[in-house]
């Protein structure tokens, strides 16, 4: 992990609900469009964010999050530069799928992952070691060659893997911590880390909250 010795600010969002979401199916890497509140999330992210300065967008190639981009993009008038490193881990023959008693298969394979990412392996996923190393590969990679504040988007395990490492140099804590999409998390990088939480969409729309809220 680096050492910081200039300011940089991480804008970290998870994309918005999906039609997959909606549909309560498993995504992984299956390309899924945003639903209409996915839509809403993402003007309640441009919203937010409409002050501030952005040096870079980021996002995951898959269109659920580059949908999720794409309104501060337009607000400030930036490009975003698509990465297939950061999509969300393959999830196999689970992709697709839905988690309920209209699959039991499903079910079961998810119960034991949920239970253990890092060691359970779905028939024809990725492996999540080699997860781990693409995700963080690529947040080095944007790390040495950014200045002032960028914005990250990213999917549920992308961003957990993101927060465990830089809040903690360590990505062995990334399964305890859940990213949700109606938060958007602010990292600034110095020689001690600060998390602050932005609460997206809703009654408490904009509203901060000092540490890191899942």
């Not at 988690?99 to 060691?119: F, S, T």
């Amino acid at each position: 992990m680096h050492s910081f010795d200039r300011p940089l600010r991480i804008y970290l969002a998870r994309h918005g609900q999906s039609e997959l979401n909606l549909q309560k199916r498993i995504s992984g890497q299956a390309d899924a469009s945003l639903a209409a509140k996915g839509l809403e999330q993402a003007q309640a992210l441009a919203d937010v964010l409409k002050q501030e300065t952005l040096s870079a967008i980021y996002s995951s190639s898959l269109t659920r999050a580059i949908q999720t981009a794409s309104p501060t993009a337009t607000m400030h008038r930036l490009s975003i530069q698509k990465l297939d490193d950061l999509r969300e881990i393959g999830l196999g023959i689970l992709e697709g799928r839905h988690v309920d008693k209209r699959d039991p298969e499903a079910c079961r394979l998810w119960a034991a992952r949920e239970l253990d990412k890092q060691g359970f392996s779905v028939p024809g996923s990725e492996g999540y070691l080699a997860f781990t190393a693409r995700v963080l590969g690529c947040l080095d990679s944007l790390l040495s060659n950014s200045r002032g504040a960028i914005l990250l988007v990213g999917h549920r395990n992308t961003n957990e893997v993101i927060l465990a490492r830089l809040l903690a140099n360590d990505f062995s804590c990334a399964a305890e911590i859940n990213v949700k999409n109606k938060y958007l998390y602010v990292i600034d990088l110095a020689a001690r880390p600060e998390v602050m939480t932005i609460r997206l969409g809703g009654e408490h729309h904009g509203q901060q909250y000092p540490g890191l809220r899942t």
